[in-house]
Every structure is written in structure tokens, then in C-alpha cells.
């Protein structure tokens, strides 16, 4: 999968406070929703609702993928300069915004096929236990 730069930036460069900060997290949300769509797709998702939250000036704010059983939510780490990365759990229906347990996964690992068949996998394991019987 092809990823922006974007994604490669840290933390303190995408906010609201300058005029190029507030460029780059309009692209973060820009690029977030259309990687966040290929990965719906990847995961057979359509019924996944995606949405962006700006947050205030002084913070990136995060894309979400939210389907019946799965939650994705790509937010840049903090403090650890490692870029964009995903947050991805179970959850019980597409209005359950705590889930199952978070787990994480770097946005950089998704040019690796098989890194993203990884991931594929892991969110489909989860949403299908998190299936009722």
C-alpha cells in the first residue's frame, strides 16, 4: 500500500500553529481518510463509517475507521517521533467507542505487503470474535 509523507512528520508539525503546521494537518486528515478507505476496502468493510476529528490548535486530532466489530484509529505517536501509526480493536457494535484491547501498528509497515497481510489478518481475527454467535 502507498502511503503519504504525511505520515512520516512528527508530532509537533502537524497542529494549528502555524500557517505550514495547519497545511500539513489538513493534509494528515486529507491523506488519513483515503488510507483508512483503502484499508476498508482491503478489509471488506462497507459498511465502516470514516470520520475525521481536528482536535484544537495544539494537536494533530486523529482519522477513524468504525465498523460493526472493528475500530481504526490513526493518530500520530506521541513523543516517540515514530510518525503516524494505527490503534485497531474489537468492538461490539459500530456506537461502542471503548472496544476490546488496543493494539498498534506503524503506518511506515504498511508499504510491506506482508506486514499489511499481517495486519489484515490480525483486524479480521478480531472482528470476528467479536461476533456474536
Given at each position: 500500500m502507498k502511503i503519504h509523507p504525511?505520515?512520516?512528520?512528527?508530532?509537533?508539525?502537524?497542529?494549528?500553529?502555524?500557517?505550514?503546521n495547519a497545511a500539513n494537518k489538513q493534509k494528515f486528515h486529507q491523506e488519513g481518510k483515503k488510507l483508512l478507505k483503502q484499508l476498508a476496502i482491503r478489509l471488506d468493510l462497507s459498511d465502516a463509517d470514516i470520520r475525521s476529528n481536528m482536535g484544537g490548535i495544539a494537536v494533530p486530532g486523529e482519522v477513524?475507521?468504525?465498523?460493526?466489530?472493528?475500530?481504526?484509529?490513526?493518530h500520530m505517536a506521541s513523543f516517540s517521533g515514530d510518525g503516524a501509526r494505527l490503534l485497531y480493536r474489537s468492538c461490539k457494535?459500530?456506537?461502542d467507542y471503548s472496544g476490546g484491547t488496543n493494539h498498534y501498528f506503524p503506518v511506515s509497515?504498511?508499504?510491506?505487503?506482508?506486514?499489511?497481510?499481517?495486519?489484515?489478518?490480525?483486524?479480521q481475527a478480531l472482528a470476528a470474535a467479536a461476533c456474536p454467535a
Open positions: 504525511i505520515f512520516a512528520k512528527s508530532e509537533d508539525s502537524i497542529n494549528g500553529y502555524s500557517d505550514t477513524t475507521l468504525h465498523a460493526e466489530h472493528l475500530y481504526i484509529q490513526l457494535h459500530n456506537k509497515k504498511l508499504t510491506d505487503e506482508q506486514q499489511l497481510a499481517t495486519l489484515v489478518s490480525r483486524c
